[in-house]
């Protein structure tokens, strides 16, 4: 193909709708790229514990459970049925 012939083939793909080239419009914006922002090597900080030590203790770690936390709703319901069973077994 010569120089002139791919000049007419790209006029023409361009041109074949008989439309101008232009961009299409967005029916959206957004006012940042990413919700999680970009990521950069420095904002990241040192994990608090290594990989072997999280599979070592990942069933104490799905327990969830800490000193402070008040009981669930299920525990108050068993200790409410304990103390209605001791005082119907105390008549």
Partial sequence: MSDAEIIQ???HL???SGYDI???PK???TKYPSIQGIWTP???K???LSPKEILADLEELCACKSENQP???EEELIDLAH???GRLSNS
């Fill in 46 to 48: 040192e994990p608090v």
């Fill in 71 to 73: 009981p669930t709703a």
């Fill in 14 to 16: 361009k041109d074949r």
């Fill in 83 to 85: 103390k209605q069973s």
């Fill in 42 to 44: 420095l904002e990241t």
């Fill in 9 to 11: 083939w790209i006029n």
């Fill in 22 to 24: 232009h961009e299409t």
């Fill in 27 to 29: 029916l959206w914006s």
